[in-house]
């Protein structure tokens, strides 16, 4: 499906711990994102990149970093892994051309802290 | 930076009855406003779009109404079905002369009885 791939798909860690999650696509798209999704707290966006070596935070980023070396991947690292970081995370890329753009996502990835 | 709030959070109906979801949005720069749909288990899936030039949108039973003077959309389904059940996701984003960045609302979960 527009050639995106989350990898892994489940992960159990313990806290303090560090965990780097991928974001695999095939298709040369521009701009990559990584959310976590919470109960009651929908789809929170952590970190974004508009291009190979540039990124900028979103909305939760403290405890996030993320790299972006070649274009088709775009990673996630929880530096030190904390229970409150147990969540969903959804990769997202931009697919399409100015008026037909749309935020595609991967099948996300389960963390669980503990 | 973009807020977006959703309302209900949770929304029960009866199947053939009418379901809307209003959000609203904070940053008057945001000119794209998509709605998700989200089944358990399952990565979001994108239903219908509107962009700022537009102010209503409609696709089967589903349509899209923008006030940007008010700044809130809304999402419409006609003749609700089963199969309409599934947490629902508006987002603000695309602002213009600006990168590309998607906020999303905190979600409605729909649930249509027979």
């Known amino acids: 499906d527009a050639g995106i791939t989350q990898s892994p798909r489940h992960k159990v860690t313990e806290t303090g711990t560090p965990v780097t999650l991928r974001c695999h696509q095939t298709?040369?798209?521009?701009?990559m994102y990584w959310y976590r999704q919470d109960p009651g707290h929908g789809l929170r966006l952590i970190h974004y990149?508009?291009?190979?070596?540039?990124?900028d935070k979103g909305e939760v980023s403290d405890g996030y970093s993320v790299s972006r070396s070649k274009t088709e991947d775009f990673l996630l690292t929880l530096e030190s892994a904390t229970s409150s970081q147990t969540s969903v995370y959804f990769c997202?890329?931009?697919?399409?051309?100015?008026?037909?753009?749309?935020?595609?996502f991967g099948q996300g990835t389960r963390l669980t802290v503990v | 930076g973009e807020n977006v709030e959703q309302h209900p959070s949770t929304l029960s109906v009866q199947e053939g009855d009418s379901a809307v979801i209003k959000c609203t949005y904070s940053d008057s720069a945001s000119n794209y406003f998509p709605w998700y749909k989200q089944e358990l288990g399952k990565r979001p899936q994108l239903i219908i779009d509107i962009r700022s030039n537009v102010g209503e949108k409609k696709d089967q039973r589903i349509a899209v109404t923008l006030n940007k003077t008010a700044k809130h959309f809304s999402l419409h389904i006609t003749e609700t079905q089963p199969e309409d059940s599934a947490v629902y996701f508006c987002a603000a984003g695309w602002p213009s002369g600006g990168y590309n960045k998607l906020i999303f609302g905190a979600g409605t979960r729909l649930a249509v009885h027979p």
């Open positions: 997202a890329i931009i697919r399409g051309e100015g008026m037909n753009t749309e935020a595609f």
């Open positions: 298709e040369n798209h521009r701009y």
């Open positions: 990149s508009y291009g190979v070596k540039d990124t």
